[in-house]
């Protein structure tokens, strides 16, 4: 019994590795195991697993080309621009 | 859209300059989180399309072609930086270890529920800052990794493999850099 719950117990280090891992492929189905077992009991490693899904829909998100970005929050110094029109006049 | 002179196309690329200028340099600020590095690459992204406005399809917006040609020079930006900076992950990851001798969190790095998260929160611009700051954090490999990784760069794989012996996988890396990420948006955004 001792040696079972040995082989289903994950350290926290490893959880939120396996987690990671899931992202880039499927797990073993005794990582899935392992994994579901302690996000069960770990309440620190529930939150991680949200938490990191969260950033990585903000990344993802970030990531887009902003085909339809509501209103541009910086804007390109009038300067710059006439150095950029400056820079394809010489072209 | 006729573009037949070179007047009708310094008349064309002034109009694109100022319509989708700030537009351009607002993405590639979030991207890349420095101000004259930004307005660099949208340089560039002018230029190139000046220079190959034979490839431009009249079919996509010309927004969305500047884009596209935005993206890979950020893609470049990044891909040269994760191949120049090789440092080693360990001196950055160990010091403040998150985990304790038997790799459960320690005390103080046990994740704390977060009430606040919303994918609104990229409208903030308050936040867009903190983000950006806890991606500036990261040793420039790794934040150079998680951003060609979002950016849809295929060959990020490649590119991220060789960076350090301990963690040679894309996705060790990406645990780390999301150990920092996590921790440092806690502290600075969610429990501030």
Redesign the interface.
Known sequence: MMRLMNLLML????A??LM??K??APLKALETLQLFMHTRMCD??T??E???H??D???????N???N??S?????SDE??A???R???K? | MEINTELDK?RV??QW??LF???L???A???ISDEALA?DL??ET??AA??NLANFKEASSP??WL??I??NKIIDHYRFRAKRQSISMDSFDEPTG??DE????KKEN?????ST?D?H???N?EF?II?GHCLGNLPLSWSAC??LK???EKETEEICQHLNITAS????I??RA??H??NC??KNWFKA
Request: hydrophobic share 35%; with cysteine; aromatic share 14%.
């Open positions: 350290s926290c280090r490893k939120t590795e990671e891992k992202n880039r620190a490693c939150q991680y949200k938490q990191s969260f950033i829909n903000l990344l993802k998100k970030q990531g080309t902003p085909d970005l509501q541009p929050q910086k804007t390109l710059a621009k150095l950029i029109i820079e394809l006049e072209m | 310094h690329f002034t300059v100022n200028g700030d537009a340099y607002s993405w600020f979030h991207k307005q949208v340089q002018f230029v000046y220079q927004k969305t884009f596209g935005l993206k998150w985990f038997n790799d459960q969190w046990r994740p704390q529920p977060w998260a994918e929160l990229l409208d611009p867009e983000l998680v951003q979002y950016l849809g996988n894309l996705w060790q990406l645990h999301k150990l990420l996590r948006l806690e």
